[in-house]
């Protein structure tokens, strides 16, 4: 039995350190996030395919599944 997707993650910006947590889309790729304290635009770390793969607690549902990527 597979292990159920979670679909919370919390983002924590780089530029003010605010955390937040959002709920990830599950059929698409979120390759920008604006940080809702201080406004910085947060795009994914080379190498990563999505915001919440490189600000998240959790990674996005195609690499949950093992898909290891979004793209």
């Known amino acids: 039995m597979s292990e159920a997707i979670i679909l919370e993650?919390?983002?924590s910006c780089p530029?003010?350190?605010?955390r937040e947590?959002?709920?990830?889309?599950?059929d698409a790729c979120q390759?920008?996030?604006d940080c809702k304290a201080?406004?910085?635009l947060?795009?994914?770390?080379k190498g990563d395919c999505c915001v919440f793969c490189s600000?998240?607690?959790v990674a996005c549902p195609?690499?949950?599944q093992g898909d290891g990527s979004c793209a």
């Not at 947590?21 to 599950?26: A, Q």
């Open 9 to 11: 993650s919390e983002i």
């Open 15 to 18: 530029e003010c350190g605010h």
């Open 21 to 26: 947590t959002e709920t990830m889309p599950t």
């Open 31 to 33: 390759w920008y996030y």
């Open 38 to 40: 201080c406004g910085a």
């Open 42 to 45: 947060l795009k994914p770390k």
């Open 55 to 57: 600000y998240g607690t």
């Open 62 to 64: 195609p690499v949950q």
